[in-house]
């Protein structure tokens, strides 16, 4: 159901440290990332029912004020408060993890106030989109149907605690798939006092869960998804 995942760490950061030559120093990203960044192992893309083939070039942006790095596994961005390491592959999730657990792991003495694990993804179900989102948050769907017409479209968010983390599940119709629901899950996690070393213990804590807990959360709330 998950399609893509970003660890976010909120607090003080140097973005111009993130380069590849530093992640590929201390062996944080797999070597064939490494190598495409610096152009030495070109990714190539097969244009579907042709004999078209792309190659896809590195977007490496690294200065004071902000730091890009796609890689063919995942992406990083830095900024002066903000650290997001995302994917959209699914088989990279846990690369997302590790991958952050090892670059504060050197960088130890960074301060970190807060750690937010994100989730997001698409489906159908045996229900439309709109009768599942009007079944959630709509009580009087005449009273919506009298003062917008039956074209409306309902989005909702559901805010809750659990265990001392705050989550946030926001739910409307996908815009990928037809008649699908999107799904985003935000795990946010305080961090104090404002270290490193507890940042990337709630990440090793929880990240694996929190893919479980989504997973659980949607198929409660809404029910199995339909087969692709």
């Known amino acids: ?58 977007n490496i942006m690294v200065t004071a004020n902000q730091t890009l790095l796609q890689f063919p596994s995942l992406q990083i961005e830095v900024f002066p408060d903000k650290y997001i390491c995302s994917s959209k592959n699914k088989e990279a999730f846990s690369l997302v993890k590790n991958v952050t657990i090892s670059i504060f792991k050197v960088l130890e003495h960074t301060p970190i106030k807060a750690v937010g694990i994100n989730f997001e993804g698409d489906s159908r179900f045996n229900k439309g989109a709109q009768e599942i989102l009007n079944d959630l948050f709509v009580n009087n769907s005449s009273a919506f149907n009298k003062t917008f017409g039956n074209e409306f479209r309902i989005e909702g968010i559901i805010g809750f ?68």
């Open 1 to 58: 159901m998950l399609n893509s995942s970003s660890i976010v760490f909120l607090g003080n950061f140097n973005p111009a440290i993130f380069q590849t030559q530093w992640l590929d120093r201390y062996k944080i990203l797999p070597r064939q990332d490494v190598q495409w960044a610096e152009g030495k192992g070109a990714q190539q893309i097969k244009v579907p029912d042709s004999d078209i083939i792309l190659e896809k070039v590195p």
């Open 161 to 228: 605690k659990q265990e001392g983390r705050k989550i946030t599940l926001r739910l409307k119709n996908s815009n990928t798939l037809e008649d699908g629901i999107n799904f985003n899950f935000n795990f946010h996690d305080d961090i104090e006092p404002q270290q490193a070393k507890l940042a990337i213990e709630a990440v090793s804590r929880n990240y694996d869960k929190d893919i479980n807990k989504s997973n659980k959360i949607i198929k409660d709330l809404i029910g199995q998804p339909k087969k692709s």
